[in-house]
């Protein structure tokens, strides 16, 4: 395998062969890359509520919407399979995450070459390292900004996603997507 650059700090990081392979899979960890990382606990210390950021659903329906699958792979599913359910997003519940990839791309028949992660945390840089495009929060642990293609501006929480399909759609791995809104501005 090659070795690319890392944005973050010009360290040399593995890469696929052809480094403009389009995007068919994005899979999201989701606490501290969707959320600030913050949970609410109920008095039997159970987590009862996280904050997620509507812009970066609306980048998940853009990437849908532009043909690329989107899955949640997390640790944590007692408040975010919930949420993944309701948006109708495929997630996957694993504390071992690098084995849970390879069950993740046999069912979407993707190699890791056509396939992106966010993660933001050290149980996420076995996955990071093994996808072409990684990419992860500011404020991620330097650790995992090391292993990452991309470190974004945004913080957990705040527009993650969002920031990453704008890199998607700029460096052309992913068609862009307007939601069918194309032509709705033109008689204004």
């Known amino acids: 395998m090659p070795i690319g650059y890392n944005e973050y700090n010009r360290k040399k990081i593995k890469v696929w062969d ?3 392979k389009k995007v068919d899979l994005v899979i999201l960890d989701i606490d501290g890359v969707m959320t600030d990382g913050t949970k609410s606990y109920d008095a039997e210390h159970n987590v009862i509520s996280k904050n997620y950021c509507d812009r970066d659903f609306t980048a998940i329906k853009r990437l849908k919407d532009a043909g690329v699958s989107v899955c949640f792979l997390s640790g944590d599913a007692r408040i975010n399979e919930g949420m993944a359910k309701s ?3 495929d997630f996957f ?4 995450k690098i084995t849970t990839l390879k069950e993740i ?5 993707v190699h890791p070459a056509n ?4 993660g933001d945390d050290i149980f996420d840089i076995p996955v990071l390292e093994q996808v072409q495009y990684s990419a992860c929060p500011s404020n991620a642990p330097r650790d995992v900004k090391e292993c990452c293609k991309y470190v974004l501006s945004a913080t957990s929480g705040d527009s993650v996603i969002a920031e990453f399909y704008d890199i998607l759609t700029r460096i052309n791995r992913v068609e862009n ?3 069918g809104m194309h032509g709705r501005w033109d008689n204004l």
């Open 177 to 179: 997507s307007f939601l």
């Open 115 to 118: 396939c992106a992660y966010v």
């Open 87 to 89: 948006r109708k997003i």
């Open 105 to 109: 791309l046999s069912k979407y028949k």
């Open 18 to 20: 052809n480094d403009n």
């Open 93 to 96: 519940y694993s504390r071992d």
